[in-house]
């Protein structure tokens, strides 16, 4: 399944992330919990997961800008991960949500 990121999800997706490049958990203080509660109650800031049998397989970050161009229409940056090897479509949660959102989809690839 495929939603947005809740408050209870933050031990799932610091787990995940050990898979990608982190080399250790941060220390659950009170910084790593306000920077956690910001990035869920921002309505511009989506951390969309991919959730398989209980279990956070991939996320998805996307971020809306507000924008002074086209129209004043804001755009938004993702970066996908799926550092457990499961095959999702590149920044597909990303992409539902702007298809939802009406907002423009451009696809960049770095390495």
């Known amino acids: 399944m495929v939603r947005e990121a ?6 799932s997706l610091l787990e995940l992330y050990l898979d990608l490049h982190e080399t ?8 790593l919990k306000a920077t956690w509660e910001r990035i869920i109650g921002d309505t511009n800031h989506h951390l969309i997961v991919v959730d398989i049998d209980g279990e956070i397989v991939s996320s998805c ?9 086209r129209g004043v229409r804001p755009y938004a940056l993702s970066r996908t991960s799926s550092p457990k090897r499961i095959t999702v479509a590149a920044d597909m949660p990303a992409s539902v949500l702007l298809v939802q ?3 423009p989809l451009t696809i960049t690839a770095t390495k």
């Not at 809740?6 to 031990?11: F, G, V």
């Not at 250790?24 to 910084?31: E, Q, T």
């Open 24 to 31: 250790s958990i941060p220390d659950k203080d009170g910084h």
């Open 6 to 11: 809740r408050l209870e999800d933050l031990d």
């Open 101 to 103: 959102r009406r907002l």
């Open 61 to 69: 970050v996307c971020v809306i800008i507000p924008n002074l161009t």
